[in-house]
């Protein structure tokens, strides 16, 4: 992408849900003193200071490629490590003995053949730990495509489509289980209930919104924000205690 796409202040408006997935995730990896982990794709870094916490004798490095995450992670009070880098193309420069990704790798094109770059980079007996969204089919995403396809943004927005860029825990298993590695996958949908006024629109604004964003200048983003949350406001209806907003997550848990 031409440019930092990432806003720290808006991802974080929902911090307390986004951390969930997280804890859940690294609650199910058995390391003990590993040396050196990893958080790939750490965003503003609170997160990847738990893992210097739980591992306070390990080298902790956090990896983003936005700018402005590793801008706000560097001003965290913390022994982490962090740097901007493509998870992509990112390269340890010794074996890693935890890599921890949350939900990040939905946005790497082909990331089958990182994740089997970054199960070669484990040390033995290491642990790779990730989390996608597995929401690709659910409401906010259906209202996105629809409206970028529609007569009004079709011209600017026409062809926009991510797909479903992450796979099933199944594929996950039979990608990862091999030379005997151990592997434990499973999904959960949380129903997560949002206050104010449609902050579905608020969430996606964070997250599925910013690719597109990236292609509007901000008289068309407000507006397309605005023909959103119309949509959003009739698919995800507010109830008297809240906006219940379902949310399915793909978790794997790998030890080399």
């Known amino acids: 992408m031409s440019r930092d796409i990432w806003d720290p202040v808006t991802y974080a408006v929902y911090a307390d849900e986004r951390s969930r997935p997280f804890i859940e995730l690294i609650s199910r990896v058995g390391a003990v003193e590993p040396d050196y982990v990893v958080d790939m794709g750490c965003g503003s870094g609170e997160l990847t200071v738990e893992l210097a916490n739980r591992w306070p004798n390990a080298t902790i ?8 995450m ?4 560097r001003k ?10 493509d998870a992509a193309t990112w390269r340890p420069d010794r ?4 890599i921890i990704s949350n939900a990040l790798l939905q946005w790497v094109p082909d990331h089958h053949s990182v994740l089997e770059h970054w199960m070669e980079e484990l040390a033995p007996g290491g642990w790779l730990a990730f989390q996608v969204p597995g929401n690709f089919d659910a409401p906010s995403h259906v209202a996105i495509r629809e409206l970028c396809n529609s007569r009004a943004w079709s011209d600017k927005l026409g062809g926009y489509t991510r797909g479903t860029p992450v796979s099933e825990p199944l594929e ?4 990862l289980n091999q030379g005997g590695s151990q592997v434990d996958a499973w999904e959960t949908t949380y129903v997560h209930i949002l206050q104010g006024e449609n902050p579905v629109l608020e969430w996606v604004s964070g997250t599925a919104l910013r690719p597109i964003f990236d292609r509007l200048d901000q008289d068309d983003q407000r507006r397309f924000k605005n023909d959103l949350g119309k949509l959003l406001a009739e698919a995800y209806p507010a109830r008297s205690y809240g906006t219940p907003f379902p949310f399915r997550r793909i978790f794997v848990v790998v030890q080399k």
């Open 61 to 68: 490095e956090g990896f983003d490629s936005s700018p402005a």
């Open 76 to 85: 965290l009070e913390s022994k982490v490590r962090f740097q901007v880098a």
């Open 95 to 98: 074996p890693v003995d935890v």
């Open 172 to 175: 996950y298993v039979d990608l």
């Open 70 to 73: 590793i801008g706000k992670a």
